[in-house]
């Protein structure tokens, strides 16, 4: 069982960033990959990003490369997601998520932390 807290969302100008944190709870962190997902209002959940267990590896939505970067600090039991250049359609509820098995469903959710971008 993995426990998921994010934080580090809030209100920015357009062009602004902000960096998001993930903190997991139990021993086995370094066994996930791990992801962030958003939701606008009215709309469904998307994927932004994911990162491989070690790190080596991350793959992003179009719409975000060049201006986000995911990245994990296995020690910490944290993975981070860095928003630079960040635009009005950016405005979502962040969630960050794990999963045992890599292609397989997203086992664990956090609970969301907002993430506003003013024009």
């Known amino acids: 069982q993995v426990q998921l807290v994010e934080s580090g969302g809030g209100l920015v100008q357009a062009g602004g960033s902000l960096r998001l944190s993930c903190a997991a709870s139990g021993r086995t962190f370094s066994t996930y990959e791990l992801g962030w997902f958003r939701q606008a209002p009215g709309e469904e959940r998307e994927f932004v990003a994911r990162?491989?267990?070690?790190?080596?590896?991350?793959w992003y939505k179009d719409s975000v490369k060049g201006r986000f970067t995911i990245s994990r600090d296995n020690a910490k039991n944290t993975v981070y997601l860095q928003m630079n250049s960040l635009k009005p359609e950016d405005t979502a509820v962040y969630y960050c998520?794990?999963?045992?098995?890599?292609?397989?469903?997203?086992?664990?959710w956090g609970q969301g932390t907002q993430v506003t971008v003013s024009s």
């Open positions: 990162i491989t267990r070690g790190g080596g590896t991350t």
């Open positions: 998520a794990a999963r045992n098995i890599v292609g397989g469903k997203w086992d664990y």
